[in-house]
């Protein structure tokens, strides 16, 4: 390890000489406690007894050979300090732990597992211009198993990858979150309090079970995004709270020192935390071979506290442009999210052109406008219609992902079926035609499990999905829409191609306030898309929709353009009250520019353009102004 490296922060590999490995001559033990009187290493090959540990290279750094202790075994630093007292601590850099409420790490040989995947590790990408649908899971309350031999009910994560993997590809889903999998005492915090951030919960297995099951993962063509948390830390004694008997990685400081969720803040300024966080980052993408990292809470690093009135966290926000850098050099085709909402500017420009290097930003203003809007009463939405054409004032500011994540079906928010105005049925409706306005619009997508299934019941981590829901009729019918809606967007360049480019999209229609109508066209350079959304709850017959021409002023004018109905969230099929059958595939002719249209209450329809001819304007063509359709 490059010591001058660690201490500046530089270094990305500190996870390969710090914590335990094995070899011929046994374990090898260090640990890094500045501040310590003396530290040992008790565990169950020494009968937990102390076998004491030598101070090496400039004295801050503790190591020791122990032949007898191999993979498997448990252990603990106990470190003694100043004051003659003395605490047993996990390791932070170990690749196992205990589960909650024991606390020891364990020995893991991290070279015994053989990944298979070596054709999609070459071909991945950060989807940029490919299409992004992310399903956000937590791996504890997906599905529990009824084994008795399994009072939690968890399944191991190769066992849960086998039943994840036909799931998604139903679904239409290519790549999957996951909500935080570092070790942490606490269920409750969902992994984002943490305890061993170089262990693998111990809830579903073992690291090479987490290994195979990426391998599974990518093996079937679906890419994995790990959650990852660089801005605090659990509170508990035998992790890294005052490690060495210091704040060693928190601030000295309570008043930045605490975070608003009660753990302890990273102090970013230190060379060895950052050191620790970028290694810990390239840990589990180069040896689970996670596709990607979703960062909590990135707005509590930019701003003291997550306030902008108490002013930009310089050193947090050096150290995201170093890391994001650096692991975008070490681990090609990985991508790299931010959950901000902040305004702070260039969160995804290059960390070379003075931005924080993420591929990704969550779109937390989008989620917010999008969904008090259908909590609204349908008679006042011509009143808030500019919420859903705001986010285009800024998308291009930003490279967007549209969230609906884990955090707004909590906590008496209300799943996201529930925040549709209305009573049960009339919340369907809605609900589908929410989906399609979000798959339409720029921006790659991540929606939180249970979603699919028009979950009532705020999700709770104790508890799996209502599976039963699927016997009931609208909520079945809703979840084959979601399925529907899903591959369709994986499978229309249109609406993902140019997702950042102004070229993609461009608004049709954005001023039927009153009829509560939108329209926009999506595009890849070949394929267009108009969709057309319909938000009141009033059928309107034949309504004429003017449709702008879309920014060309190439001397033509439309005459005639037809398009073809590829999807509508009213048909029967999906709960509606449409005939799929009679609707599916139909063309529609749109003359001089007006559209004419029987649109349902609460309806969305994509209408894919086909070829058409045009005559310049102010002359006649050669069908006499009588355009092919």
Known sequence: MDRYGFYTGKIFDAYEYLGCRTGREGAVFRTFAPAAKQVSVIGSFNGWEETPMERVYDGNFWECVIPEAKAGDM????????????RDHCDPYGYGMELRPQNASFIRDMTSYRFRDSGWMKRRSDCRNRPLNIYEIHAGSWKRSSDPDRPEGWYRYDELA????????????????????????????????????????SRYGTADDLKRMVDLFHQSGIGLILDFVPVHFAVDDYALAEYDGTALYEYPNRDVGN??????NFMHSRGEVRSFLQSCAQYWLKEYHFDGLRMDAISNMIYWQGQPERGVNGNAVAFLQYMNAGLKERNPGILLAAEDSTSFPGVTKPAEEGGLGFDYKWDMGWMNDTLDYFRTDPQYRSRDYHKLTFSMMYYYGEDYLLPFSHDEVVHGKATIIQKMNGEYEKKFPQARALYMYMYAHPGKKLNFMGNELAHFREWDEKRPLDWELLSFPLHDAFCRFMSVLCRFYLETPALWALDYDRKGFCWANCHEEEAC????????????LLAVFHFGEEERKNFELSLEQDGQKDGFERREECYELCLSASWDIYGG?????????????????????????????????KESGR????????????DPV
């Open 75 to 86: 252990y603990k630093y106990r470190i003694h300090r100043k004051d003659g007292s003395f």
């Open 162 to 201: 086998k039943l994840l993997i036909p799931y998604l590809k139903e679904q239409g889903y290519n790549y999957v979150e996951l909500m935080p999998l570092g070790e942490h005492p606490c269920d409750e915090s969902w992994g984002y309090q943490q305890t061993g951030f170089f262990s693998p919960t």
């Open 259 to 264: 975070s608003e969720w009660g753990s302890r």
């Open 517 to 528: 109508v939108y329209a926009f066209w999506r595009t890849d350079g070949r394929q267009k």
């Open 577 to 609: 009250e449409r005939s799929a059958e009679k609707e599916k595939g139909m063309l529609l002719s749109a003359r001089n520019g007006k559209l004419v249209l029987d649109l349902p209450a609460f309806g969305a329809l994509y209408l894919m353009k």
């Open 615 to 626: 005559r310049r304007a102010g002359g006649s063509g050669e069908n006499n102004g009588k």
